[in-house]
């Protein structure tokens, strides 16, 4: 019996392309500014594991019970937080493997989060029923991911490099306050912006 590679090629075209430049991207961009990319690409594909996994293999059976305004509600919150934490939070001088753990658990946490509900969640469990193959179109996801997180990370490195600390750190927590200005939006208005 042969594998049939449909499903894991057009599940990575499909989610490469809609997830270039997506919110996700950017808060990999960010996070990798301030910490250690491989620690932000750890967290980051361990998120769209975990998500975008119970996805393909549950299909649709998680949706019913788990209403998008809730969702939406806890993300914007937890993005509105996030984004006045970081602004307002003095500079980490902590040891080199506390900072790799802290990173990799925001870094999950964060993406985890923007991933709940979103087009590629949707696109995923879409894919895995028409197809019949969870197992492929997971395969074809975590590619996609791979391959755009680790061009996140290494772009949020260089960005580093450039521009100093205090501006990236500002800038970080204003992309995460207008997320959580949006995705609060999106669940008080029922109006879908991203």
């Known amino acids: 019996m042969a594998l049939d590679l449909l499903p894991l090629l057009s599940t990575f075209a499909i989610v490469a392309l809609a997830e270039f430049g997506d919110k996700t991207q950017i808060a990999v961009v960010s996070l990798s500014a301030k910490h250690r990319p491989r620690s932000v690409f750890i967290g980051a594909l361990l998120a769209f594991a975990l998500v975008d996994g119970v996805s393909a293999i549950v299909g649709g059976a998680i949706a019913p019970f788990v209403p998008a305004f809730w969702i939406g509600l806890g993300a914007g919150i937890s993005f509105l937080i ?62 996609a991911f791979a391959l755009l997180t680790a061009l996140g990370a290494v772009l949020g490195k260089i960005i580093s490099r450039y521009i100093s600390a205090r501006y990236v750190k500002i800038g970080a927590s204003l992309i995460f306050v207008v997320f959580g200005v949006l995705f609060l939006f999106e669940a008080l208005s029922g109006v879908k912006l991203l």
């Open 82 to 143: 996030f984004g006045v934490f970081t602004l307002f939070s003095k500079e980490d001088v902590i040891v080199k493997i506390k900072e790799h753990s802290k990173t990799v658990a925001t870094s999950f946490f964060l993406i985890a989060i923007m991933e709940l509900g979103d087009k590629t969640q949707l696109a995923v469990i879409a894919l895995s029923a028409e197809y019949g193959a969870p197992i492929q179109v997971f395969l074809g996801v975590m590619l």
